[in-house]
């Protein structure tokens, strides 16, 4: 049986069931439903061939070329859906909520699948579900504190004591600064980090405050969607004022592990922010394998940096908490504390 259903009536009603996206490789890899198999009806090169078709020539001859590049793969498109769905229950999309996928699904159809569902709209309309979904009203708690404050670290503790948490710096891939990218798997797209980002917060309930980490709108190469980052801006920023040493000793942890030539190529690309004398002093103490001083020089940049955007957010929204410590538990039950006695009020 094949039933036609919105986008976020399948999410709120079926959750837990596989999708195929039917897109070409390409399309699939530029963003898609997280989750979701690709089983491409065309290849990239085929795709294309049947586009140009269509504009420079006919419908009629693009749909024949496209049977002729589909029918040698409708026993392999059988398999493949099984592997996803052996239950024969599953949900199919490609772009539009076109042809591409209603042949698929029929094709599923004849050869027994007992559930399929054609999500109306395809791809397109889950990416404005998406954006729509982030306009809705959060409770949001952002922590924030200069560099090295161990915030990641925080949210992690934060989550084990029963609270929500997104980590947008972990869905991204990236810690944000120069240096983020160290030790991290690849960035995902623009539009896959919006999509996981999506799939991140919809679990959650947003009746409860969901603790973000305060971020910039761009995360090493990615963006997260507009209407999250104002959000975030507009609401109670908890910042934690951990002593420089501290953080500086914490980056060393983190950091000093890496090569120092990709630690001398990070702090290069931040000279002009850094200045001249800062940058040459940072990169000596570097060859010293003096960390903690490439660290305390770096800070006077970022502190400087994060200060000034804290100084455009509403201050009566500001509420900082000093903390003596870097221990990541310890720290979290403290701000636990310091946010429900600045919540009654």
């Given at each position: 049986?094949?039933?036609?259903?919105?986008?976020?009536?399948?999410?709120?009603?079926?959750?837990?069931?596989?999708?195929?996206?039917?897109?070409?490789?390409?399309?699939?890899?530029?963003?898609?439903?997280?989750?979701?198999?690709?089983?491409?009806?065309?290849?990239?090169?085929?795709?294309?061939?049947?586009?140009?078709?269509?504009?420079?020539?006919?419908?009629?001859?693009?749909?024949?070329?496209?049977?002729?590049?589909?029918n040698p793969k409708l026993d392999w498109f059988g398999e493949e859906s099984l592997k996803v769905a052996p239950e024969k229950v599953v949900a199919v999309h490609c772009w539009r909520g076109g042809m591409r996928s209603r042949s698929f699904a029929e094709h599923l159809d004849a050869?027994?699948?007992?559930?399929?569902?054609?999500?109306?709209?395809?791809?397109?309309?889950?990416?404005?579900?998406?954006?729509?979904?982030?306009?809705?009203?959060?409770?949001?708690?952002?922590?924030?504190?200069?560099?090295?404050?161990?915030?990641?670290?925080?949210?992690?503790?934060?989550?084990?004591?029963?609270?929500?948490?997104?980590?947008?710096?972990?869905?991204?891939?990236?810690?944000?600064?120069?240096?983020?990218?160290?030790?991290?798997?690849?960035?995902?797209?623009?539009?896959?980090?919006?999509?996981?980002?999506?799939?991140?917060?919809?679990?959650?309930?947003?009746?409860?405050?969901?603790?973000?980490?305060?971020?910039?709108?761009?995360?090493?190469?990615?963006?997260?969607?507009?209407?999250?980052?104002?959000?975030?801006?507009?609401?109670?920023?908890?910042?934690?004022?951990?002593?420089?040493?501290?953080?500086?000793?914490?980056?060393?942890?983190?950091?000093?592990?890496?090569?120092?030539?990709?630690?001398?190529?990070?702090?290069?690309?931040?000279?002009?922010?850094?200045?001249?004398?800062?940058?040459?002093?940072?990169?000596?103490?570097?060859?010293?394998?003096?960390?903690?001083?490439?660290?305390?020089?770096?800070?006077?940049?970022?502190?400087?940096?994060?200060?000034?955007?804290?100084?455009?957010?509403?201050?009566?929204?500001?509420?900082?908490?000093?903390?003596?410590?870097?221990?990541?538990?310890?720290?979290?039950?403290?701000?636990?504390?310091?946010?429900?006695?600045?919540?009654?009020?």
């Amino acid at each position: 049986m094949i039933t036609e259903i919105s986008v976020s009536d399948f999410f709120n009603r079926h959750i837990g069931v596989p999708i195929i996206d039917v897109r070409s490789p390409g399309e699939h890899e530029k963003g898609h439903i997280p989750g979701a198999k690709n089983i491409p009806l065309f290849t990239n090169e085929e795709r294309a061939e049947v586009g140009t078709m269509y504009v420079q020539i006919s419908r009629e001859d693009a749909l024949e070329l496209a049977y002729k590049f589909v029918n040698p793969k409708l026993d392999w498109f059988g398999e493949e859906s099984l592997k996803v769905a052996p239950e024969k229950v599953v949900a199919v999309h490609c772009w539009r909520g076109g042809m591409r996928s209603r042949s698929f699904a029929e094709h599923l159809d004849a050869r027994g699948f007992s559930q399929v569902y054609l999500l109306q709209g395809g791809y397109k309309a889950y990416r404005n579900f998406m954006l729509d979904y982030f306009e809705s009203p959060f409770r949001l708690r952002i922590l924030g504190g200069y560099t090295g404050s161990g915030k990641t670290y925080i949210l992690k503790e934060l989550q084990e004591m029963g609270e929500q948490v997104v980590d947008l710096e972990g869905v991204a891939n990236h810690k944000g600064s120069v240096f983020g990218g160290f030790g991290e798997a690849s960035q995902p797209t623009v539009e896959q980090y919006e999509n996981n980002l999506l799939a991140a917060f919809w679990p959650l309930d947003l009746n409860v405050p969901i603790w973000l980490e305060d971020e910039s709108h761009r995360i090493g190469k990615v963006t997260m969607p507009l209407a999250l980052y104002r959000k975030i801006r507009e609401q109670r920023l908890y910042f934690i004022d951990v002593p420089k040493e501290l953080r500086a000793k914490h980056l060393v942890g983190e950091y000093a592990v890496h090569e120092k030539e990709d630690l001398a190529r990070a702090i290069n690309s931040i000279h002009k922010r850094l200045g001249g004398q800062s940058t040459m002093l940072a990169l000596e103490h570097l060859e010293k394998n003096e960390f903690f001083e490439v660290a305390m020089l770096t800070l006077q940049f970022y502190d400087k940096a994060y200060h000034k955007g804290m100084s455009k957010r509403d201050q009566e929204k500001v509420f900082s908490l000093e903390l003596t410590g870097i221990d990541p538990a310890s720290n979290a039950r403290e701000i636990l504390q310091f946010v429900q006695e600045n919540e009654r009020d």
